[in-house]
């Protein structure tokens, strides 16, 4: 009774107007299907995975780009040499929110692949959410990151870590189109139920002012 739980809050880049405006597009039409990931490049983020998951996926359909700044950024570029995926992985530091907000409107799908309970919630995928993107993550017991992925809901939680199970719900979202419309709605309801910034500082306003 003397505990109060408020979701972390994410400021909505559209107006419920705009967000219905938006075109959410026809899978079979996509000439290549953008995968973001955001998070600093350190071993229990698990980005090792995501990029060795495209030696499974269609390189002429799939194109991956991770945002981040760490230790494994040399590693994770020579696994992507020597992987043969330079063409289509691409490892991008400090960006700022102006184009990392615009490569959240051209993606497709969002991938958080972390691995251990380090990962506490995520709060990029709460980002993701608002734009309406479908994600995948990895299942970690008692993390954060399961409450905010619904799987089959939200996108797809993979029950075991390695990169062949990870390109199979990767493509598995892009199987059907009206599947992945789905989890595009609902990644967006989801968002606006939990994560919204104003609802998050009325809720710690209430605590102090009530």
């Known amino acids: 009774n003397k505990t109060s739980i408020v979701n972390y809050g994410i400021k909505d880049p559209f107006t419920n107007k705009d967000f219905s405006k938006k075109k ?4 079979n039409k996509i000439k290549k ?5 955001i998070g600093r490049l350190v071993p229990y983020k698990g980005q090792k995975y995501l990029i060795k998951a495209m030696n499974y996926l269609d390189n002429k359909k799939y194109n991956l780009t991770i945002i981040g700044n760490g230790p494994l950024n040399e590693s994770l570029n020579k696994l992507s040499d020597n992987n043969n995926l330079k063409t289509n992985v691409s490892i991008l530091n400090n960006i700022d929110t102006i184009r990392k907000n615009i490569l959240f409107e051209n993606c497709h799908v969002f991938c958080l692949p972390s691995i251990s309970r380090a ?3 995520g709060i990029v995928l709460a980002e993701a959410l608002s734009y309406g993107i479908p994600i995948i993550t990895f ?5 954060g990151t399961n409450f905010i992925n619904k799987n089959n809901v939200t996108g797809f939680i993979v029950n075991e870590i390695n990169e062949k199970e990870l390109a199979k719900k990767i493509d598995e979202i892009f199987s059907n189109s009206k599947i992945y419309k789905q989890l595009c709605k609902n990644s967006r309801n989801h968002y606006l139920s939990h994560f919204k910034e104003n609802e998050f500082i009325s809720k710690i306003n209430m605590l102090f002012f009530q």
Request: hydrophobic share 45%; no cysteine; net charge negative.
């Open 119 to 121: 990962e506490a919630f």
């Open 33 to 37: 299907i953008n995968i973001l990931s």
């Open 24 to 27: 959410i597009s026809d899978i």
């Open 139 to 143: 299942k970690i017991p008692s993390s």
